[in-house]
């Protein structure tokens, strides 16, 4: 009896000792990590130069023909992937906006002379896309369009 009493104090201590040894390794564990962690942040930096409407490998498409874009009125188009809504506000000048409602992210879609979400109904001045009326509370981001001749190219 006494001897098995001795044996679960024994028990016990060596436990009891395992267990700060224990924490002390965990404790000297933290710090390289907390020093690595630092290093993740100066990484994550780089993430804030793609924050364009438009992506840059976008350039130099061939989006639309400008016989296509009713002049006063506009089209739907894709750019890079991403749909946006080609505006001719005068004839010869194109506009461009991000088709994704700044509402909801619904797909804006020209009606007429005016840029109009299906999903709430918020519309949008085609010639500079502003919100005319909400619930949308921003305005439609412009995406970079220029006119080469009879096509209108991103960019
Ligand atoms: Fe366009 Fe709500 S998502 S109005």
Excluded: K, N, W, Y
Excluded at 134 to 141: K, N, T, V
């Amino acid at each position: 009896m006494d001897d098995a009493r001795e044996l679960s104090r024994r028990t016990a201590l060596a436990l009891g000792g395992t267990g700060a040894l224990g924490s002390a390794l965990i404790l000297a564990g933290c710090a390289p990590g907390s020093d690595s962690g630092g290093g993740g942040d100066d990484s994550g930096t780089g993430t804030d130069a793609g924050d364009g409407a438009t992506p840059t490998d976008a350039a130099g498409e061939d989006v639309a023909a400008l016989a296509d874009i009713p002049v006063g009125g506009a089209i739907s188009a894709t750019i890079g992937g991403e749909p946006v809504l080609l505006s001719q506000p005068t004839a010869g000048e194109v506009v461009a906006f991000s088709a994704i409602c700044t509402h909801q992210g619904c797909t804006v879609a020209p009606e007429g002379a005016a840029l109009i979400c299906p999903c709430h109904g918020s519309t949008f001045d085609p010639a500079t896309g502003d919100v005319e009326q909400g619930p949308a509370l921003e305005p439609l981001p412009s995406v970079p369009v220029s006119v080469d001749g009879d096509r209108v190219i991103a960019g």
